[in-house]
Structures are given as structure tokens and as C-alpha cells.
């Protein structure tokens, strides 16, 4: 469960219940600057041993005077947990646990000797809480309730009907214990309480529980807080932001409550609707259906794991929260994998992929904002590693807003991580038209990060004629390195993005010309002797390399600069690189990496291979004690089993889901973005209805297709762009109106020619004569 700030899971026992919950500011630390002074004294070096293949002494050189200070960033924290004790539930009949996702309501309930007990656990965004809400049919609630802290500070106290939990999350994270430098104490304070606001029993305490007992109606409310601000400034008091929270909920009842939540929490969810078929299949328990979905392949499941990443994405970033982490806000370590930090390149990035498209724009609102931060940090970086203007951020932030290279220089040391954020800053301009947006929080990010870059990039020593990145890495594979594609891609991007920013706000055109001309000198994608595309300037790629990164297709996805239509020998070339990296070795073992071949796959239109991705990622945990952990990446509750437990697959299927509907990332001649309707449709999703995804223009679409054909698009135009409307090699073209709403049947689409077409796109449509039409 969660409302975006407050995160909980809920364990489900009858005896003994576990809510563990979370709230997004508890984490290890205090404001503070890591970057490391005067880190640029040896950059000119690094570039030199690199050139001259001294990789190992770079490594060395890079490690002692270009890191982080400390090395390491910290770590988000688990808050605490709520233990329920019922005596005597310990053998149950008719158990049922369930998360009903079209409310967002979690339910446990069984039968105790007659009594029917039920608990339902919601997470409320305009009540600021979490409740729990037990009842008793044909008997009584006898029960405990007490608080829990994982931290050693902490004190918990009963007033009355509450319970309080006091404390500091001072324990020392996976940073502290492996880092030979000093860290930022703690110093970050919290406060959670627990009240019982309705009972129709009596309630009785001791020094650290409440029991209940003869009720047949509770509510227990969970309010908690921190002494968070922003990443500068923890001056807040979190018992009195405790307090306002519990006084606002005074005289609320939890019907009232749970109906103003399920309004709240439809109004992002409703957006979009997708329906693709039911089989009795469907209507087995989740761990089940994805235990056979290898088999069965009922696209309901699809749907399922499509509306689960739109569940966890409203749950865990809302406006005003921090974004979702590693885990989300689902931490229940204090030494989390990887501290439960933001990890730059890629998996952040992969939590926000379906922001956009899938209708939930203001959700990338923390992102935003956590993007802005590190556009204040990240110049502190570029002035003490670069001695250069602008910001640049590396492969890791926290709360604190890290954006040195942190851990290790072989992977630490890759400035394009906030170059890659600002993609997303882009995309929500793309997507809603906001010029006033444009004009103030995301052309500032944008432009203070091109001028970074626009004198970062260094002459090839090669080719003098290009310009390259480094010292930098192509993420986790190679080591330290001189010009990795990636850089190169994702540096076009954003340059492209701050040109055509700074056109349509009628700013800068001077800086915009300058970053034209260094866009067109950037080292190009290069295709190597195996029919690859490089991962690196000299081509050296293994065939037999299964690393779970793909950096290098990054202009094929998220980016937009390869495709099948407009660049056909890169994207064989993609085709070659994803054949050697195959689904097998490190690549197959991580959930996210599956999830990007989804969005790989469906980007080169081939939505056979997208769907096998899919299929890779829907794959059960049996028993965590016996995994093959090559394989298996969803948990019962379908939360990404990374291995860790990590909850970008999550989004990236999501993502790569829609991405097999509609894109919308390719441009025509005047400008205008081309609608690509259905362009990766697996025969397994032959038939469906999707209503609400969004396209790049202001569009929303409701599409209807059967026996792999499209029927119908409805277009609700939001902004009155013009519509380039494609399917397969028809397209339709209309002057659009913001407001109306255009409906087509696919016939009204005309064969454009000559218009290159993907062969897979071609191969999958059968002919017309064999499908019946429906009319809208
Ligand atoms: C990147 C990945 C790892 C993991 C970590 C959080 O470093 O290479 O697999 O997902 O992020």
C-alpha cells in the first residue's frame, strides 16, 4: 500500500499480523556536499592514461583523488513496523488475502470458530494516513496492538488511545560499514503514532500496548513524519507535523475516509483502461496464473502486470513526495540492497518510462523536483571534478542529492546520469504542452546541463573531427573508458531537447546554434564487425557478453534516434547486439534488464520478441529458499524479484507493455509527431481495447483491435496538434481542434506511399478479407 509518501506491506498472518510501513524522507544522514575539492586537478590525466590504454592506473589515480567525499551515499530506511496479536487465530479456515487494485484496498480475512474476521488496509493521499480497519462478524476482536522500531534510538510511548514512536535512524547503512572516510552523522528525527479512533469495545493499555477486547469494529490510523524539509535543510518537527495530521483526522469516520481515498486514488488509476480478454483462467490466485502463464499466456495477466506498475507508480510518487527508489518506498532493511538509493543508470529512469504515456503525468513531479535539486548539487560537481559551468550528475543520488561519482571508478565515473533525467523533464513538456512549465523548471535544467557538456566534450584522439565523452563508462561493463555510445546518445538527446526548448520559449538562439554544431560532431553510433552497434569507440564487443546492461540501445529506447523507419542499418544492428546479449547468463537473471528488452524489442516493432521478454518477466518465485534465481522474477505479490527485490521491472513492463500500443517518439517533416498506433502487437494480445495511454502532442487514445487488426481509434486532442496518425504503412493526417475528439475506423486510413515498413509490422497483419469489423 502506499499514498506516495507513507508505504506499507501488509504480511497477512492470523495470530500475529506485520504491517511494516515506510515513510519516503527516513533515511541515514544529513545534508551534505560530496563533492570532492579540486577532483578536476587530475582529470586531464585520467584522460591522458586512458588514451593511452593505461586503464588500470586510471582506475587507481581515479579512485584516490576523482570520488566522491565520502564514497559512498546513504541509505533510505525502513520506519517501523505495526504488530496485531490475536490469540487463538492460529487455525483458521477460509483465509483470503487480496490487493484489489481497482481501489487500492488490501483485505485479509478468515473464519475463527464462526466468527468471520476481516481487516482491510487502505493508504490515504488527502487524509495523510494509513488505517487499518478489522471487524468481527458472529463474535468479538480480542487483540493487541504495539509499534515496533528497527532503529536503536527510539523510544515508544502510550497517551491514551496512541501509541508513539520517537526516533533517529542513525544506524550505519552498507555506505557506513564499507567506507574508509568519515560519513555525515544522522541527525534526521521522526515520529509516527498510532490511534484507535473507532471501537466499539474497550480499550486498555500498558506501558507499551493497547489491547482491545468485545469490539466488532476498529480503526487504527497511522500517521508519521520526519524532520525533513528538503535535501539542505531538516529543521522540521515531526511531532508537530504528527499532530496536524491526527487533529485533521478527528471525527472522521473510515467509511469516509476509504471513499474519499478510493476517489483520489481512481482519478489517476481510471486514466487508462486495458482489456484483452478473460479466460477462466483469469479468475485463479495470482501466484498460480503466473506459474502457468509460460504456458497459458492469458493476456488478462498481461493486463494485470500492466495496471500493477500504474498501482505501484500512484502509490509511491505523488506531488510533494520524493520519487520512488530502488524499492519504491518498500524498504524493510536497514542495510537495504544497494541502500534503497536512486541508481542513475538506468533503474530510476525505468521507475518514471510509464509516467507519460500511461496517464499519470503528475507523477513525475518528484522526479522533476529531484532533478532541480541535483541541477544545484551537480554544479558544485562540475566545478570541483570538471572545473566546468553548468551541473552533472553520476550514476547515484540520495535524499542529500549526491551527484559525485560514488563506490568505485570503474562505474562511479559516468557524468550523463542527470543528462539522462532531463530526458524526463522533456517528455513532460512533450506530453502536456506546458510552455509555462517549460519556460521555468525545465529549460533552466536543461540548458544549465548543455552548458556542462557543451564544454566537456574533448576532440577523439582518432578522429579529430568528433567529440566524445570521458573519462566515463558504459554502465558497469568495460571499466573506465574514453567515449562510451551511451554518453554520446544521451548528450545528443539533450542537446536536441535544450535546441528545440530554447525555439519554442524564443530564448538563447546563440547557446541553441553553438549546441547545433558540437550535436553534429558527437562521435555517431557505429555499427562493428559482428553487425553490432559499438558499445564503445573502438570495436571490441563480445559476442558472448550477456551483461545485463544494454546501454548502448539507449537511443533506441528510452532515446528516439534509431529505428527501424528512419535509421533501418542501426537497427539491425541493435537486432545483432540484442541476439548476443540474449536472455540468458547476467542479463537473464535481472528483472529490469527482461523489462528493457521489452521496450528494445517493441521499439524495433517486432512484437513477437517484445512478448518473450514479457514472458521472461512473468515468471513465478516458487520458494525463495530454492530459487533459480536466472529465472524467476516475480514474488506472489507480482513485486519484482530482481533478484533483490527491486521495483523497476515493475514500471518497465508497464512501459514496454504500452510501448507495444502506441508510440509516439518519431517526428514527420513539419514537426509534428507521428501517432504510431498498435506497432508491436504479439498474437498472444491479438484482441484487446485500450482507452486513455497518451501520445507526444497532447493526445489521448482509445483503440479497439481483434484477430490482430485494428478496428477503431478514437482521439481526444488535448492541445489541438496537428495528427499524423500511422498504422503499418497507412497514416492519416488531420488539422486537430484542442478539445475534439476525432474517431476513425481503420479503413479511413489511407496506404501511404512510398512509406518504408518494418517486415515484422507487414508479416503479423493478416489480409483484410479474413477479419470482421466492428463499427466504434
Ligand atoms: C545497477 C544494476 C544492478 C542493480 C543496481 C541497483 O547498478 O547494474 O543490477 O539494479 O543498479
Known sequence: MGNGRLGAMIHGGTARETIQFNEDTLWTGQPHDYANQGAYEVLEDLRDLLRNDRQAEAHALAQERFMSRPLRQLSYQPFGTIQLEFPGH??????????????????????????????????????????????????????????????????????????????????????????????????LTYEARLQVSENDGTLTSDSNQLRIEGATRVTLQLVAATSFVNYNDISADPAERCSAYTSHLKGKDYQEIKQRHIEDYQKYLQRVSLDLGVSEKSYRPTQQRVATFKKDEDPNLVALVFQYGRYLLISSSRPGTQPANLQGIWNDQLLPPWDSKYTMNINVEMNYWPAEVTNLSELSQPLIRMVQDLSETGQQVAEEHYNLPGWVAHHNTDLWRGAAPINHANHGIWPTGGAWLCQHLWWHYQFS????????????????????????????????????????????????????????????????????????????????????????????????????????????????????????????????????????????????????????????????????????????????????????????????????????????????????????????????????????????????????????????????????????????????????????????SLLGSPLNLRYADQILYRETKAGEVLSFLAEDLKKQAPHPVSPCIKSKIPPASSVSHYPL
Open 433 to 716: 504542452g506546458d510552455e509555462e512549465y517549460l519556460r521555468s523548471t525545465a529549460y533552466p535544467a536543461l540548458k544549465t546541463a548543455s552548458q556542462f557538456f557543451a564544454d566537456y566534450l574533448i576532440p577523439s584522439p582518432d578522429n579529430p573531427e568528433w567529440l566524445i565523452s570521458g573519462p566515463s563508462n558504459s554502465p558497469e561493463t568495460g571499466g573506465l573508458v574514453m567515449g562510451p555510445t551511451m554518453d554520446h546518445q544521451i548528450i545528443r538527446n539533450l542537446f536536441s531537447n535544450t535546441i528545440e526548448a530554447s525555439q519554442i520559449l524564443g530564448v538563447d538562439q546563440g547557446f541553441a546554434a553553438q549546441l547545433e554544431e558540437l550535436k553534429e560532431k558527437i562521435a555517431p553510433n557505429q555499427i562493428g564487425r559482428h553487425g553490432q552497434l559499438q558499445e564503445w569507440l573502438p570495436d571490441v564487443d563480445d559476442p558472448n557478453n550477456t551483461h545485463r546492461h544494454i546501454s548502448h540501445l539507449w537511443g533506441l529506447f528510452p532515446g528516439n534516434e534509431i529505428h527501424p523507419l528512419t535509421t533501418p542499418d542501426l537497427a539491425a544492428a541493435c537486432q545483432v547486439t540484442l541476439d548476443h546479449r540474449g536472455s540468458a547468463g547476467d542479463g537473464g537473471r535481472m528483472g529490469w534488464s527482461a523489462a528493457w528488452k521489452i521496450n528494445f524489442m517493441a521499439r524495433l516493432l517486432d512484437g513477437e520478441s517484445a512478448f518473450a521478454s514479457l514472458k521472461e518477466l512473468i515468471s513465478p518465485v516458487i520458494q525463495e529458499s530454492k530459487r533459480d534465481s536466472s529465472r524467476e522474477k516475480l514474488y506472489v505479490n507480482i513485486f519484482d524479484a530482481n533478484p533483490p527485490f527491486q521495483i523497476e521491472e515493475n514500471f518497465g513492463a508497464t512501459s514496454g507493455i504500452a510501448e507495444m500500443l502506441l508510440q509516439s517518439q518519431l517526428r514527420a517533416p513539419d514537426g509534428s509527431y507521428y501517432q504510431d498506433v498498435l506497432p508491436a502487437l504479439p498474437d498472444a494480445l491479438s484482441s484487446g481495447i485500450v482507452a486513455g495511454l497518451k501520445g507526444r502532442g497532447g493526445f489521448e487514445f482509445t483503440m479497439t483491435w481483434t484477430q490482430g487488426r485494428l478496428i477503431s481509434v478514437q482521439v481526444l
Open 90 to 187: 492460529d487455525d483458521v479456515t477460509q483465509y483470503r488475502r487480496s490487493l484489489d487494485i481497482e481501489n487500492a484496498v488490501a483485505t485479509v480475512s478468515y473464519e475463527v470458530d464462526g466468527t468471520h474476521y476481516r481487516r482491510e488496509t487502505i493508504a490515504s493521499a488527502p487524509d495523510h494516513a494509513l488505517l487499518v480497519h478489522l471487524t468481527a462478524e458472529e463474535g468479538s476482536l480480542d487483540f493487541n496492538i504495539s509499534l515496533d522500531s528497527p532503529h536503536q534510538i527510539h523510544q515508544i510511548r502510550i497517551e491514551g488511545d496512541e501509541i508513539i514512536l520517537q526516533g533517529m535512524a542513525n544506524d550505519y547503512s552498507m555506505a557506513a560499514q564499507q567506507g574508509p572516510v568519515e560519513y555525515p552523522e544522522s541527525e
